[in-house]
C-alpha cells in the first residue's frame, strides 16, 4: 500500500494591505516541543494585529489572552501570571516595560519579548534588564515570535544590514539617557545639558532612519 505523507493545517500570515492570515496544508514536520505551561499573554493596542496574532498562537498550540493596554495587562498577569508574554512598548496608558515589570513579580521563569514599532537600543536594554528575552520591531509574524520566545541565550543576532545614521546614533544616546534616568524628563535634561522642552520635542518625535 503507497504511504502517503501526514498533512497539517498551518497558518500563515502574509504581508499586504489587508495582512490576511490563509490557512494552506503542507507536509507535517515534528514541531518543537512546547513545555506543559503554553500560557501566552499579547498586548497591544492595535485591535486587527492583536486578534490576528492571537489566532496564530493558538494555531501553534498555545493558550492565548489578550489585552490592549497596560492596566489590561497587568490584570491578566495577577489573575494568572503567564508562562509567555508578547508586550507592545508603546500603549495608549503607558510603557510596556511596566506589564514586564509585574510579570517578572509574579512569575520570574516566564518568557517575555518586547514588540515596537519604535524600536531602540536603550529600550531592548532596559526590557532585557527586565527579564525579555528579545526584542521585535514590527511587523513581526508568529515565526518571529516563535523563533524569539524559544531562542538560546547563546544565538546571535545577525549584523544589521544598514549601520545607524549620526542622527539616529544621537537619538539612541538621548533614549539610553532618558532610560538610565527612569523616563524622568527634568532630570535626563539635567544630564545631557538640554533644554527641557528640547528634550520633550525629541522624545516625542520618531526615532530618525
Not at 516541543?33 to 486578534?51: A, K
Not at 497596560?70 to 508586550?87: L, M, N, S, Y
Not at 507592545?88 to 514599532?117: K, S, V, W
Not at 537619538?171 to 545639558?193: F, G, M, P
Request: some cysteine; aromatic content about 4%.
Amino acid at each position: 500500500m503507497e504511504k502517503r505523507p501526514l498533512v497539517c493545517s498551518v497558518t500563515v500570515m502574509l504581508s499586504g494591505p489587508s495582512d490576511a492570515i490563509n490557512e494552506i496544508e503542507v507536509p507535517e514536520t515534528t514541531p518543537s516541543p512546547l513545555p506543559e505551561d503554553r500560557s501566552l499573554l499579547i498586548v497591544d493596542d492595535d485591535g486587527p494585529f492583536l486578534n490576528r496574532l492571537g489566532r496564530a498562537m493558538e494555531s501553534r498550540g498555545f493558550e492565548v489572552k489578550l489585552a490592549q493596554s497596560v492596566a489590561e495587562g497587568i490584570q491578566e498577569i495577577r489573575a494568572r501570571a503567564p508562562a509567555f508574554a508578547v508586550v507592545d512598548m508603546r500603549l495608549e496608558d503607558g510603557n510596556g516595560l511596566d506589564i514586564l515589570t509585574e510579570l517578572q513579580n509574579h512569575n520570574p521563569e516566564a518568557r517575555a519579548i518586547i514588540l515596537t514599532g519604535y524600536g531602540n537600543i536603550a529600550t531592548a536594554v532596559t526590557a532585557v534588564k527586565l527579564g525579555a528575552v528579545d526584542y521585535l520591531a514590527k511587523p513581526a509574524d508568529a515565526d518571529d515570535v516563535m523563533k524569539a520566545l524559544f531562542s538560546s541565550p547563546d544565538e546571535k543576532a545577525n549584523p544589521p544590514e544598514n549601520p545607524m545614521s549620526p542622527d539616529r546614533v544621537r537619538w539612541e544616546h538621548i533614549q539610553r539617557v532618558y532610560e538610565l534616568c527612569d523616563r524622568n524628563v527634568s532630570e535626563t535634561a539635567r544630564k545631557l545639558n538640554m533644554h527641557r522642552r528640547t528634550l520633550q520635542r525629541i522624545l516625542a518625535k520618531r526615532a530618525p532612519r
